[in-house]
């Protein structure tokens, strides 16, 4: 089987680039946005078996993507984590009602990061928090 392809989405170039390496050492292959609007766009040309995305971008933030992607019949079921510095109970509560699976604060620890992706890419997943 196919290693399950990624959409990592977030502002910081850094960020990005960090997230993206760690996925790929672990074996995932990436795609990268910038924000929510190109994450949208690229959601809408391929099928991505999990997204991840930061909270706060131009053009479109993260909880905005979520409800646009659960909007299209291929991510209605896809797991979309959240990899944000928001962290309070408010906007966990928000991704949640949004659609979001999981929620990984950022700093992250990259094996942690890995542990969630594994999980929340399960079969029989549940909501993940990092």
């Known amino acids: 089987m196919d290693a399950p392809w990624i959409l990592v989405v977030d502002d910081s170039t850094a960020i990005r680039s960090l997230v993206c390496d760690t996925l790929v050492a672990a074996g995932y292959p990436v795609v990268e946005a910038a924000d929510g609007q190109e994450a949208l766009q690229r959601a809408q040309r391929a099928r991505f078996d999990l997204v991840l995305t930061d909270q706060n971008m131009p053009r479109m933030d993260g909880?905005?993507?979520v409800r646009e992607l659960r909007r299209l019949v291929p991510y209605q079921s896809v797991p979309i984590v959240m990899l944000t510095t928001e962290a309070s109970g408010e906007m966990t509560q928000?991704?949640?009602?949004?659609?979001?699976?999981?929620?990984?604060?950022k700093p992250f620890d990259p094996r942690?990061?890995?542990?969630v992706v594994q999980h929340v890419l399960q079969p029989t997943r549940g909501l993940a928090h990092g």
């Open 63 to 65: 909880l905005t993507l």
């Open 94 to 105: 928000q991704g949640r009602l949004a659609g979001a699976t999981g929620w990984v604060v």
């Open 112 to 115: 942690r990061l890995v542990q």
